[in-house]
């Protein structure tokens, strides 16, 4: 990869992303096409290593693996847990729950493997090795080239520029990527695909609406959960009727994945996610599970909500998008991975044809609307709508996709009009101190934000232009009367504070989550790519 501005790589296929839709996308390229004839592959990941800045939930559909893997690596996926006791509760207050006594099949996992997603996409990054794929971590794409209508590679970012904007001693330029074909992998809200689906209209015929998923790994003392135990819960914390909901996987004896899933059409602008994780954390039927233990790693990310009617047009000439980063996702299950594996399967397949005869790329949208994940997302493509209008609305037609395959209702429910920012609605008096008044104290089972951080082992140079720009500093003044700088609030990474009245912005904090782009109220925040490297370290999330 050195030198390249001058002389640019060449390869068969780019693949921006190496998460789990890119890494199947690798894996079914170098595998399906014959001897002699392998394309040359080359992914690119802005993190450090393998899989660092991978993160999820993760109760995992093996669906996706079915056709991709071998049974013996379907086998040796790095899980310790499978999933043998679920239960779904809905939370009235810190104290009052009750378990939900029938749940449709549909939403059940028993048996599903359930680990880190970190470690997941990390294996199926050297199972794409072994197959001769090349990857390359640390190195940030920051541009797409476009050549008469096509896609044809795209440029990494570089790498050792001072905060004073000039190159340093360990200064590399740009690299150049000529690629036939382009696999846009980036997972949600990414920002070359969010730039090329603006600018060519790719769009669903719906807006885009996104979650805040805020995850802590915790630590328990052995002896007292059980493996492969999992509970998700609806209601408490959320107030006011927003989506939202939480999780506890037991991954191991002695490791919990607890976390809290909030929907970014909130309306309240002193909503802070992470202290409604903190009383998530707290509530008694939460404690159930973690008590004792203490927090050991940490990570926050958004997931594209809207599902079958926000999901983008995948193709564009010379190049495709996969996973999250065309908003694959079931809404109801909140599962995504086992249909990023499908979509990257999917690609693949068009990709060999394009490289073939220069025909092809253009039916990855048909082979997509062919897999299983994609016939679920039809199926719940109402359900999110559903629940702006509440909680008990929202499973009512759950239940009714549920029931009906996903044909009742007939036509597409209202909703998402406005973007996630343009829902927030002005700040009433006293409402911050309201939101805060009774948070748990900070323990080591409850951290405060800081150092959550510190656990998510974000690390970037601080001798580096900011990566987050404010667009124009006069509208923070306005947002400060009017919505009390909710930045300071909701970005899970106290990126964002107020210093004597003026935004501060520590962007080393930062976790690549993208909360800050989709919901600054006047929309004042440009997210650029800091070096490529940096950022989150994950390594069990
Ligand atoms: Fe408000 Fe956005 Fe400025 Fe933060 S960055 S103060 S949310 S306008
Ligand atoms: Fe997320 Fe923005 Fe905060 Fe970074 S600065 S952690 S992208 S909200």
């Not at 470690?119 to 940030?140: D, F, Q, R, V």
């Not at 609307?369 to 009512?396: C, D, L, Y």
Request: with cysteine; hydrophobic share 35%.
């Amino acid at each position: 990869m050195s030198d390249a501005k001058k002389t640019p790589v060449e390869t068969d296929v780019l693949i921006v992303g190496a998460g789990p839709a890119g890494m199947a996308a690798a894996i079914a390229l170098r595998r399906s096409a014959p001897e002699g004839a392998k394309p040359r592959v080359v992914v690119l990941d802005k993190g450090r290593s393998p899989g660092s800045h991978v993160l999820s939930g993760a109760i995992i559909d093996p669906s996706g693996f079915e056709g991709l893997l071998s049974p013996e690596e379907i086998g040796k996926l790095p899980v310790e847990a499978h999933v043998c006791k679920e239960s779904f509760r809905m939370l009235f207050g810190p104290r009052k729950s009750l378990k939900v006594p029938w749940v449709p099949p549909l939403m059940h996992s028993r048996g599903f493997p359930v680990g880190s997603l970190t470690k997941i996409a990390a294996y199926l990054c050297s199972i794409a090795e072994k197959e001769g794929a090349e990857i390359y971590t640390g190195y940030a794409v920051t541009e797409l080239i476009e050549e008469n209508g096509r896609i044809v590679g795209a440029r990494t970012g570089e790498k050792g520029v001072g905060k004073d904007g000039k190159p340093k001693s360990n200064h590399l330029p740009q690299e150049e990527i000529r690629a036939a074909v382009t696999v846009l992998a980036e997972g949600g809200c990414g920002i070359l695909t969010g730039k090329l689906a603006e600018a060519k209209g790719l769009g669903g015929v719906r807006r885009q609406t996104y979650a805040l998923a805020i995850k802590e790994l915790i630590e328990v003392p052995a002896g007292t959960q059980t493996a492969g135990e999992v509970m998700h819960t609806f209601g408490y914390p959320s107030a006011d009727g927003t989506y939202g909901g939480g999780f506890v996987y037991h991954v191991s004896e002695t490791q919990v994945m607890a976390g809290y899933v909030y929907s970014l059409d909130y309306r309240r602008p002193e909503t802070d996610p992470h202290l409604l994780f903190r009383r998530f954390k707290a509530s008694a039927a939460v404690q159930k599970h973690i008590a004792g233990g203490k927090t050991a790693a940490y990570g926050a990310k958004v997931i594209p909500e809207g599902g079958y009617y926000s999901a983008l047009k995948p193709y564009f000439p010379g190049c495709v998008i996969v996973g999250d980063a065309a908003g694959l996702l079931d809404s109801l299950r909140i599962k995504g991975v086992h249909i990023a594996l499908q979509s990257g399967r999917a690609a693949a397949r068009a990709i060999l044809a394009e490289l073939k005869d220069g025909r092809g790329l253009e039916t990855y949208p048909e082979l997509l609307e062919r897999t299983r994940g994609w016939k679920e997302i039809k199926r719940v493509r109402n359900v999110r709508a559903s629940f702006r209008h509440g909680t008990i609305p929202g499973i009512i037609g759950a239940g009714m996709a549920w029931a009906t395959c996903g044909a009742f209702p007939f036509w597409r429910l209202r909703g998402f009009e406005k973007p996630d920012s343009a829902e927030m609605e002005p700040l009433k008096p006293g409402a911050i101190e309201k939101e805060a008044a009774g948070a748990p104290p900070a323990s080591p089972l409850s951290p405060d934000r800081l150092t959550d951080v510190f656990m998510s082992g974000t690390i970037h140079d601080e001798d580096q232009p900011c990566h987050l720009k404010i667009l124009d500093p006069a509208k923070c003044a306005e947002c400060r009367g009017r919505y009390g700088a909710p930045c300071t609030r909701f970005c899970p990474a106290e990126v964002y504070r107020l210093e004597e009245g003026r935004l501060q912005i520590d962007f080393s904090n930062c976790l690549h989550c993208k909360t800050c782009k989709i919901k600054c109220p006047l929309e004042n925040i440009d997210w650029t790519f800091p070096q490529g490297g940096d950022g989150p370290r994950y390594t069990r999330m």
